[in-house]
């Protein structure tokens, strides 16, 4: 290649620096493969490095307590690998409570947006927009970082050893997340750890969630069934077992889900729904998760955003899987139940079917008849 095609290359990266940093990263490598030593490229290029890569990056697209799940972790990734970290915040609502918008909730303090938001449009010039062609990549360097924590470290380390991008899991990293909580949240977040008026009651948290995943389009979806949300029969049997106890049950507060709420409170009279708590002006999502974390223990799904959340609040939270409840034939006569009980409307009993239809333990044709009846849809 002749010097003055180098020339003319080299000034069209230098050029696209504001557009597309990326492209202009892969530009100057190209001429860097024709000259030895030139101190403009290696500057340059160092410089392209720098803005690029050896960075914990976030922008994910779905509910709330998922992005905060991320950038909690992005923070405290950065600071044990120490690398930078930066945060954005895409608008897309991903249902009616966890409504999310192009506006980055008042959630934060303004220290921690400060130091780490980049508004969407900036993201754009990392290589995280890159990375994958899925919204919610959980990628570093291009792997992913799943399995154990240990693993997850591990993809991770080696990501940083190849200065590539590192992009957060949702899920948790340990259990050292008290000064990073501290540093991302606004105080007035911060200060529900200190209401001794739910701590001292010693509530037994129930996570229900209900919403899309059993009214909403999500309810076809793989997670329906087990991971993301419980169904009735299962939340009474647990309920009845803790009847001593004072129970703070967490779900939707809105639409069918809000009925089934106000159903179990209305039938067991040690039950208080968590969206009584609610404080004017804060994120009721974001309160309850605070909330859940003065609670002794929690029940839940193993693939829920709020409790992962809960749990990076106040590590010392004791989590009690459904799984660990019920065994599979326990499960399934429950689920049977609930089918058959007309307390419960026909939404929430087609639930009852896909669940017990997905543990593949007989009755499926019968059960296929019952959610074509319940949810023609």
């Not at 010097?3 to 597309?20: F, M």
């Not at 980049?118 to 990628?139: A, V």
């Not at 703070?248 to 040690?270: A, H, I, M, Q």
């Amino acid at each position: 290649m002749k010097s003055e095609d180098l020339t003319v290359i080299r000034d069209i990266a230098a050029s696209l620096e504001s557009i597309d940093l990326r492209l202009s990263y892969k530009l100057l490598s190209l001429v860097d493969n024709y000259c030895d030593n030139d101190s403009f490229n290696n500057k340059r290029i160092a410089f392209y490095r720098e803005q690029l890569f050896g960075m914990v990056l976030t922008a994910r697209t779905d509910g709330t307590t998922e992005r905060i799940n991320a950038i909690v972790n992005g923070l405290l990734l950065s600071r044990k690998f120490g690398l930078n970290f930066y945060f954005s915040w895409v608008g897309k609502s991903s249902n009616t409570y966890h409504c999310t918008t192009k506006e980055l909730p008042d959630i934060f303090s303004e220290e921690f947006v400060k130091e780490h938001f980049k508004p969407f449009d900036d993201f754009q010039r990392y290589t995280y927009s890159k990375l994958d062609k899925r919204q919610n990549s959980e990628l570093a360097n291009g792997l992913q970082p799943r399995g154990s924590s240990e693993y997850r470290e591990k993809v991770i380390e080696n990501a940083k050893l190849k200065k590539g991008n590192i992009v957060p899991a949702t899920y948790n990293y340990g259990n050292k997340y008290s000064t990073v909580v501290e540093k991302v949240f606004d105080q007035k977040y911060l200060d529900i750890k200190k209401n001794k008026a739910i701590s001292e009651k010693n509530y037994i948290a129930i996570h229900y969630r209900g919403g899309d995943v059993i009214y909403g389009v999500s309810r076809f979806d793989e997670s329906a069934l087990f991971g993301k949300s419980a169904c009735l029969s299962m939340i009474e049997p647990i309920i009845c077992e803790n009847k001593s106890s004072n129970i703070l049950l967490f779900g939707t507060p809105v639409d069918e889900s809000l009925d089934d709420l106000k159903f179990l409170k209305s039938k067991y009279k040690n039950v208080t729904l968590a969206s009584e708590l609610h404080t004017e002006g804060l994120n009721p999502v974001i309160e309850e998760c605070f909330i859940m974390g003065l609670c002794e223990q929690v029940y839940s799904t193993s693939g829920t955003g709020v409790v992962r959340l809960a749990t990076k609040i106040s590590p010392g939270i004791r989590v009690v899987y459904y799984d660990d409840v019920f065994s599979e034939q326990e499960l399934f006569e429950c689920l049977l139940k609930g089918i058959a009980n007309h307390e419960y409307n026909a939404l929430q009993r087609a639930n009852h079917a896909r669940k017990a239809l997905s543990m593949s333990m007989g009755f499926e044709d019968e059960l296929k008849s019952h959610i074509a009846k319940l949810d023609p849809q």
